[in-house]
């Protein structure tokens, strides 16, 4: 186990830093699987004859205890390392799908809650966090291309997970040539087992390439008198146990909360959202199973590329303005989406993607967002406590979704006027989120860690 000691993971000099990148994407796209759910939703529904509810707990418990574990793991990951982290989320998400599997298989919906739920978003959770701060270090005159590198691959994770789940749901279940067909529990179960077993690989591919910058390293000509552009980026540092002190903390939090509940909930429908949203006059939709599917793996591209391409803007418009655009702007077009989204599937679509790549730039711009506030010491241990925002949007985004929608119908009865108090409430927690981002201040000089010059000339002046 000393190989996955933090000093077995030291980059050499000359180390090229762009070999990084790649070891953290093996790892995000991976448990970007999680994006991936709603390809087999209907299944588990009818396998284990429960509510859109029900199963969407699944989806709800995973996102709880990636935050959980990131929140309670995030000091743990900085001080160990990335690659001990990279393993241990690597072990924790493929046993989620075998426990996962084996509730499957067993008509047992309790253990694919512990599976897939709770051990799999420990994986999640340690995942997430486990690359980020390693990247910001690497890259310091970059932060927000570097954090959207590390998180980009989560977003993209769905776009080869679902037309990879779909085929392998087809070639494991003899029916799926029927009309109107929906992939059997023993298909669903299958899949959870060769996932497992090929994400297991690849992410430890990830934990043993990872490399951490030498102390003292720096990229060639970068100076950080630099980095200080904008009012809110600071060249101080805030440790994590002082920075859920601040205000600023907690409102970002809120801007996170909001952003992720008002995405997730539709993330975790597409693939039958799409298909009630076209549901013709006869009850059969428009738009079938295999379209929908392609239709989730396209909103992985809007979230892959959202996390990359807006957060490597913020990185020159700020972090800050950037929010206003993902809140602002993503409020005016989910209410487009309630209200005229049902017009033509090009506009839904298009709605669709944009909306969803603001969801990923949320997510990729905050790590830097929090660098800019908090300052490097800690800011991965900061990370994982501000992702305790997207437990509380696991839950609610999709309860808040199901609820509304367990109301109007059954699955198969549902149209897009179904789906309007579900997206309207989602206008109004973008609101509430782009008013909290209006009211992010810089962090207060009490709250900074002492500098080791600071610290001397206050001895000096005492003696």
């Not at 393993?87 to 067993?106: D, E, K, P, Q, R």
């Not at 059954?410 to 509430?432: F, N, R």
Request: glycine residues 12%; hydrophobic residues 50%.
């Amino acid at each position: 186990m000393g190989l996955l000691d933090r000093d077995h993971s030291i980059a050499p000099p000359g180390f090229n830093r762009w070999l990084v990148p790649p070891a953290a994407l093996a790892v995000h796209l991976c448990i970007g699987q999680a994006y991936a759910t709603s390809v087999y939703k209907t299944a588990l529904v009818k396998h284990f004859e429960a509510s859109l509810t029900e199963i969407g707990v699944i989806f709800s418990i995973a996102i709880v205890m990636l935050g959980l574990s990131a929140a309670i793991m995030g000091t743990w990951v900085d001080t160990q390392g990335p690659r001990k982290a990279m393993f241990t989320s690597a072990v924790f998400w493929a046993s989620g799908f075998l426990i996962g599997s084996l509730g499957i298989f067993t008509h047992q919906l309790w253990l694919v809650y512990l599976g897939y739920g709770v051990v799999g978003g420990i994986g999640l959770g340690i995942g997430y966090i486990s690359p980020v701060s390693t990247l910001i270090k690497w890259f310091p005159d970059r932060p927000g291309l570097a954090t959207g590198m590390a998180i980009m691959g989560f977003g993209g994770g769905a776009l080869i997970a679902s037309p990879v789940s779909t085929a392998l749901l087809k070639m494991y279940d003899p029916n799926s040539g029927a009309q109107g067909w929906v992939a059997s529990g023993d298909a669903v179960g299958k899949l959870f087992l060769t996932l497992g077993v090929i994400y297991l690989a690849y992410m430890l591919f990830g934990a043993f390439t990872i490399k951490v910058p030498a102390p003292g390293w720096a990229p060639a000509g970068f100076d950080p008198a630099k980095v200080k552009k904008a009012a809110l980026v600071t060249t101080e540092n805030v440790s994590a146990k002082n920075a859920i002190k601040t205000k600023q903390f907690w409102l970002v939090w809120i801007v996170l909360f909001c952003n992720v509940t008002a995405g997730i909930g539709i993330l975790e429908q597409a693939a039958p959202m799409i298909q009630d949203f076209f549901r013709q006059s006869d009850g059969v939709s428009g738009v079938s199973a295999a379209v929908a599917a392609g239709f989730v793996g396209l909103l992985s591209i809007g979230n892959m590329a959202g996390r990359f391409v807006w957060s490597s803007t913020s990185d020159i418009t700020g972090r800050k303005r950037i929010y206003m655009v993902y809140l602002g702007v993503g409020a005016l077009l989910y209410t487009v989406l309630a209200l005229a989204g049902s017009s033509t599937t090009v506009l839904y679509v298009a709605l669709a993607f944009v909306i969803i790549s603001f969801y990923g730039g949320g997510f990729a711009t905050v790590p830097a967002y929090l660098r800019d506030l908090f300052g490097t010491f800690q800011v991965g241990a900061i990370h994982g406590r501000l992702l305790t925002a997207w437990s509380a949007a696991g839950v609610a985004g999709p309860l808040i979704v199901n609820a509304f929608l367990d109301a109007q119908g059954k699955p198969g009865e549902l149209d897009a006027a179904s789906y309007q108090p579900a997206l309207l409430t989602m206008v109004a927690l973008l609101v509430i989120g782009f008013l909290a981002n209006l009211m992010v201040k810089p962090v207060d000089h009490r709250f900074h860690e002492p500098r080791p010059d600071r610290r001397e000339s206050e001895a000096a002046m005492e003696a």
